[in-house]
């Protein structure tokens, strides 16, 4: 506990509120950011003002003047927030393209992710409403340690100070699925005039990315999984519960779309359990452990539980194996069935055809 103290004795006490919350985009093909300034002001899509049971939702906002962006982020310890890397990182995330291994497929400095900011930049204001006085401000931010945005956009940050809200379940013994039914919260919003906390159920994840231990169900990159329309700008960094657990299994991101209204636009979210690592090392920190999703629930949803070196995520590299890897869905059941009737039906013809010429 001497770094953690040692860090608090840093810490300022200034607070400023930023004018958005810097999102790109992304998907398997080429996109280009957000650019409409009508988007910007956008909460979370067919939401509903979340009341005071979500308070453990927090806004933050992070980083020097003139660059600050609104951010979203969740009390996952008294004093230990879970949110988006981009959104405590100096970067330029605002036109930019990925491809389908989760690598840029721009050039920099587009989507590139820079240095942390200095932890005592980072407020956290608590409540549906930002304020104006930060409740908390970080002593410690720790970051995937990814250089650009397409995968692993994901960060902890240690605060000064202990909250009162509860702690939130994270998700870290199992694969999100698939069909998945999601609940999202976000401050979505241009500022303190429209940030205000929003909630919208009934999200589907459409996509899920490879990892350490299964290839891709669908195509999204790895790490990450894909859901339908909800989050916009200021939600980054926001959670995704299973709706089934309550637990949060993503961290919102980047949007593949022109605007979060936009027909069949993709949100990405940062998976939580690849990452479990990264988290516990910052709650360790902070002399806290993870709440975690009970196992007997795990077991229900899903049979793909991560090993213990699952959390080792390689990021800088991409695939290691052929992008069209991570692209390519397991075979139906039904495939193998027909190939099965296929190769019956051959082998009945084969002997009746035999069975003809015996009997000339």
């Known amino acids: 506990m001497v770094g953690r103290r040692s ?12 004018a958005l919350c810097l999102v790109g985009c992304a998907g398997t093909e080429s996109y280009e950011g957000v650019d409409d300034i ?15 049971e979500d308070d453990s939702v927090v806004y933050l906002v992070a980083g020097d003047e003139g660059e600050r962006p609104t951010c979203t982020a969740s009390l ?20 930019f393209s990925c491809t389908p291994d989760g690598m840029l497929a721009t050039q920099p400095p587009q989507g590139v992710i820079g240095t942390l900011y200095d ?29 650009q945005i397409c995968r692993g956009d994901i960060a902890v940050v240690v605060l000064d100070r202990e909250l009162d809200q509860p702690s939130l379940t994270l998700s870290f013994n199992r694969r999100v699925r698939r069909g998945e039914m999601l609940r999202l919260v976000g401050f979505g919003g241009d500022g ?6 929003h909630t919208r159920s009934g999200a589907r994840i459409t996509d899920v990315g490879a990892d350490a231990k299964a290839k891709a169900d ?27 657990t309550g637990a949060i299994v993503g961290v919102y991101s980047i949007s593949a779309a022109a605007s979060c209204t936009a027909l069949g636009v993709r949100n990405t979210y940062t998976q939580v359990a690849p990452f479990k690592d990264l988290i516990t090392k910052a709650l360790e920190f902070a002399g806290r452990k993870a709440l975690v999703e009970p196992a007997e629930q795990t077991d229900a949803g899903s049979n793909d539980k991560p090993s213990d070196d699952e959390t080792d995520v390689d990021l800088g590299s991409g695939s290691r194996e052929d992008p069209s890897c991570f692209c390519s869905a397991p075979r139906p ?19 009746l055809r035999r069975s003809q010429r015996n009997a000339c």
């Not at 002001?41 to 009341?51: A, F, K, L, N, T």
């Not at 008294?78 to 988006?84: E, F, N, Q, S």
């Not at 190939?339 to 084969?350: Q, R």
Request: aromatic residues 6%.
């Open 7 to 18: 860090a608090i004795a840093q810490a300022t006490a200034t607070w400023a509120v930023g």
């Open 38 to 52: 009508d988007s910007l002001g956008q909460r979370i899509v067919g939401g509903e003002p979340s009341g005071p």
């Open 76 to 95: 996952i310890a008294p004093d230990v927030v879970l949110t988006a890397l981009h959104c405590v990182t100096h970067n330029v995330a605002t036109n």
């Open 119 to 147: 932890a005592s930049t980072v407020k956290i204001s608590v409540g549906g409403t930002p304020k104006t006085t930060p409740d908390a401000i970080g002593v410690k931010v720790f970051g995937s340690g990814t250089t």
């Open 192 to 197: 303190m005039t429209d940030s205000l906390r």
């Open 218 to 244: 669908g195509i999204a990159a790895p790490y990450t999984f894909a859901a339908t329309e909800g989050a916009c700008l200021g939600d980054s960094g926001g959670p995704a519960f299973s709706e089934e």
């Open 333 to 351: 059941a039904h495939n193998r069935a027909s190939w099965t009737l296929l190769s019956l039906g051959l082998s009945l013809l084969w002997a």
